[in-house]
């Protein structure tokens, strides 16, 4: 009883000290927020269909609100279509229901035996909460595309893409300087110790369409001022586009910057991204091949410019050393893509590994899935993941488990002893 009474004591000081908190732990908030929760699941699912996976995490799941407009194939839609309807987002439902948990566990549970197995539940269920946060947050998702016998140290970023400036005076040697996609949404002018020029980005978009004009029209639009380079030779008008974030969604960044020697202008340049690599610009239009290298002269240095996506250098390199692809008897259905590859790590270790299906490799946080394959050409396509909080699941998970297993134990403990008290005052 003196036991009872402490617990009692502890709760009863903790809620004067948190009871600002209160309001908070409130069960109705909760409901509340697990219905809201529902209606986003149900409205992301439904923008899937017009801005794709992607879309549709980015503009609810990963915000503080979403706008909705209700479809027209809806009844009511020819009347109701044109209404924004706001959603609250991912990051805002999660947040309040974090703060939710977390003042309930303050004011309203005790450390008691009764109660433990309560209170490892809802730790369990705040980490997950907390580690689907991070997740948004922190994941980075890229690709490698490697060519059978070739070995490549670098990764490129599914959406976001980066200006690089090539040095390839010296033979031997490259060295590449590149602009992030931030850098080049803000514009303005930009320095950097190892470029001989100023860079002033004078116009930026995630997509475009484009087309080659004849010599005599003259282009409008972002490319109108641009006076050097393959934009200016082959005569490309450009004209920004919505950018598309479907699953099969291609999309061409631009960007037209101006090169500064001191104050002297060395010229205006745009440059264009393809989404499946720069060295596809000669294989669509020959006159489009430098799109990969733009060469400037200046200071008695070769340089090149290219608009790519945005690259992550890696401290080992990967070899690919064969692939293999098997379908179901009779239909165009994978059963199994399968890339065999060397990691190249430091001091001239190596380690050999086969990737398939449901069977990534993982290295120095990164893990790598086989995502495309193309058996014609001898290439493979690994899809790569970053993410520093995938333990936290798991932890969750097992938190969730101790507390279930120790709450049925406890009432089954209770009921047992019971039991034989009972049969022992019948007997």
């Not at 070995?151 to 490129?156: A, G, I, Q, R, V």
Request: aromatic share 12%.
């Amino acid at each position: 009883m003196p036991q009872k009474n402490k617990g009692l004591s502890s709760l009863s000081e903790r809620r004067k000290r948190f009871g600002w908190l209160i309001p908070f732990a409130d069960l109705r908030l909760t409901l509340t927020l697990l219905s809201l929760s529902m209606i986003l699941i149900f409205v992301a699912t439904l923008e899937q269909v017009r801005v794709g996976i992607r879309g549709a995490q980015a503009e609810f799941f990963e915000s503080m609100y979403g706008i909705w407009y209700y479809p027209t194939q809806f009844w009511g839609g020819e009347y109701f279509d044109s209404i924004p309807i706001p959603i609250p987002g991912g990051y805002l439902l999660g947040g309040l229901l974090i703060l939710n948990l977390l003042a309930a566990f303050i004011t309203r549970f005790q450390w008691t035996g009764k109660k433990m197995g309560i209170q490892f539940i809802h730790l369990g269920i705040i980490m997950l909460l907390i580690g689907q946060l991070a997740t948004q947050a922190m994941q980075e998702e890229s690709r490698m595309q490697i060519d059978k016998g070739e070995s490549k140290n670098y990764l490129e970023r599914f959406h976001g893409v980066e200006l690089a400036f090539i040095d390839v005076t010296n033979p031997d040697t490259e060295q590449v300087v590149a602009l992030p996609q931030d850098l080049l949404e803000q514009g303005g002018i930009h320095y950097a110790k190892d470029l001989p020029f100023k860079v002033k980005v004078l116009d930026f978009g995630p997509n475009c369409e484009f087309n080659s004009l004849p010599p005599a029209q003259k282009i409008s639009g972002p490319a109108k001022g641009v006076n050097r380079g393959v934009i200016q030779t082959a005569n490309l008008e450009i004209r920004p586009k919505a950018e598309d974030f479907s699953s099969e969604g291609m999309n061409f960044g631009y960007v037209v910057f101006e090169l500064f020697d001191g104050s002297d202008s060395l010229g205006t340049w745009a440059a264009i991204s393809h989404p499946a690599g720069n060295h596809w610009w000669a294989q669509i239009n020959p006159k489009m091949g430098d799109l990969a290298f733009q060469p400037i002269r200046t200071n008695g240095r070769l340089w090149g410019a290219t608009l790519r996506p945005q690259r992550e250098y890696l401290p080992y390199s990967i070899e690919l050393l064969g692939i293999a692809n098997e379908f179901y008897q009779g239909t165009d259905i994978p059963f199994n893509f399968e890339s065999e590859i060397v990691l190249k790590m430091e001091e001239n270790q190596t380690r050999r590994a086969l990737v398939y299906m449901n069977t990534p490799l993982r290295h120095a946080g990164k893990t790598f899935y086989q995502y495309q394959m193309n058996k014609a050409a001898d290439y493979t396509v690994f899809q790569v993941v970053r993410n520093p909080s995938w333990l936290v699941p798991y932890i969750a998970c097992i938190l969730v488990s101790i507390g279930l297993l120790w709450q049925f134990s406890f009432h089954l403990l209770r009921f047992l002893t019971k039991s034989s008290k009972a049969g022992l005052a019948s007997s």
